[in-house]
């Protein structure tokens, strides 16, 4: 079945303006998660949904950050007046979280470039 | 909370080397421990996974088993290839889900 897809694949955008990243999960997949991977960097967590709520959003570093679900399903992932220190790839995942042992579903990521 | 350490990178092997990268981890309960792989270009894949203590996970090659009194999980092969060249995560899935800071092993023929 289809993984979880994640669009664009690549985006360049000028310093100071918006970017929208989308996130399709597994089908029936209740958890989706944000991820953002720097050059050279490990994984830093960004948001978490469980269905539509979002129980844990300590990792998004900015108030110029913020993510939505609808419907259980699509997630978007805003960045408001872009700054350089944001280019970095956007991973999302996915799993079914009411199991303990479930693991995570990612996606091939955005790589976004700030210019 | 929860966190994952894992040996700093890159590590740079030759082929048929002995491979072993060191996570250990701290958690407040009984987490499920993981390592993902990234090839080149890729996003991340599952490579293999432990539930509970003394469990080994193993996939194409590779092993790490779920050592509670160490707190460790350090994945290891017994002969890398050119193309396991990759960054590795080592993760948990408790309370929290935490990552390590990822591993990028290079295989030299």
């Known amino acids: 079945g289809a993984g979880v897809s994640q669009s664009p694949s690549n985006k360049v955008t000028e310093k100071g303006k918006d970017v929208e990243l989308r996130c399709d999960p597994i089908s029936g997949h209740t958890a989706l998660y944000w991820y953002r991977q720097s050059l050279g960097q490990g994984l830093e967590f960004l948001i978490y949904?469980?269905?539509?709520?979002?129980?844990?959003k300590s990792g998004l570093p900015s108030d110029r950050f913020s993510a939505e679900r609808t419907g259980g399903s699509v997630s978007t992932l805003t960045i408001q007046r872009t700054q350089q220190e944001d280019s970095a790839v956007y991973l999302c995942?996915?799993?079914?979280?009411?199991?303990?042992?479930?693991?995570?579903?990612f996606g091939n990521g955005t790589r976004l470039t700030v210019t | 909370g929860d966190s994952v350490t894992q040996m700093e990178g890159p590590v740079t092997l030759s082929e048929e080397a002995f491979l072993t990268i060191n996570c250990t981890y701290t958690a407040t309960g009984y987490p499920s421990l993981f390592w993902y792989v990234q090839y080149p270009g890729e996003g991340l894949q599952l490579l293999l996974k432990?539930?509970?203590?003394?469990d080994k996970g193993s996939n194409k090659g590779f092993e790490a088993t779920y050592r509670k009194e160490t707190t460790s999980f350090h994945l290891e092969k017994g002969s890398v290839q050119v193309s396991d060249s990759a960054v590795y995560f080592c993760?948990?899935?408790?309370?929290?889900?935490?990552f390590g800071a990822g591993t990028r092993l290079t295989v030299k023929p």
């Open positions: 993760a948990l899935i408790g309370d929290d889900m935490r």
């Open positions: 995942a996915s799993s079914f979280r009411d199991s303990y042992n479930s693991p995570l579903h």
């Open positions: 949904f469980q269905g539509n709520s979002a129980p844990d």
């Open positions: 432990a539930t509970k203590a003394d």
